[in-house]
T-cell receptor, first 108, second 112 residues
């Protein structure tokens, strides 16, 4: 079993929909990252959080340390949000452990 | 955008040949990382550096070596490329161990 699990693996939405991507992990962590990867492109850091909630524009990330779970929400989704969203946790020895990503497609 | 550049962006090489990938940063960050990304796997750490001439192995280091002679450059070398090393390679930098990471655009390497 992977130490970082994301769900769903694939997600299709209509423009304007509210989207939730989930990340569960099984190790102790000091921080959790959400990353975005566009097709053929590099990887961009969206959030780094260790507790509570962070918001940036239409993106919201939450983490529940006790439940070992984080969610990434996208409000009023847009086709330009189509990308792979990756969860990564900073585990022991300060090494990042990555999930396999959630592929999101938003259609107009 | 963080100043991090990978070169080359694409490379095709033959089995058994040596290959060097370069990661260059202009942020003066202490930590630099090399990851590989393969279908069905999350990014996996190959090697990382925590300072000039200070490097350590990651989870998939076999067949790879690294060098960091200057703060700004982190080189990844495949001593004798194999087909299993066909992958997309990402370099990343961070100021500290528990700080935001910034990624390069990736290098697509094909070993034929």
């Amino acid at each position: 079993k992977n130490e970082v699990e994301q769900s769903p693996q694939n997600l299709t939405a209509q423009e304007g929909e509210f989207i939730t991507i989930n990340c569960s992990y099984s190790v102790g962590i000091s921080a959790l990252h959400w990353l975005q990867q566009h097709p053929g492109g590099g990887i961009v850091s969206l959030f780094m959080l260790s507790s509570g909630k962070k918001k940036h524009g239409r993106l919201i990330a939450t983490i529940n340390i006790q439940e070992k779970h984080s969610s990434l929400h996208i409000t009023a989704s847009h086709p330009r949000d189509s990308a792979v969203y990756i969860c990564a946790v900073l585990g022991r020895a300060d090494k990042l452990i990555f999930g396999t990503g959630t592929r999101l497609q938003v259609f107009p | 955008d963080a100043g991090i550049t990978q070169s080359p962006r694409h490379k095709v090489t033959e089995t058994g040949t040596p290959v060097t990938l370069r990661c260059h940063q202009t942020e003066n960050h202490r930590y630099m990382y090399w990851y590989r990304q393969d279908p069905g796997h999350g990014l996996r750490l190959i090697h990382y550096s925590y300072g000039v001439k200070d490097t350590d192995k990651g989870e998939v280091s076999d067949g790879y070596s690294v060098s960091r002679s200057k703060t700004e450059d982190f080189l990844l070398t495949l001593e004798s490329a194999t087909s299993s090393q066909t992958s997309v390679y990402f370099c990343a930098i961070s100021e500290g161990r528990n700080t935001e990471a910034f990624f390069g655009q990736g290098t697509r390497l094909t070993v034929v």
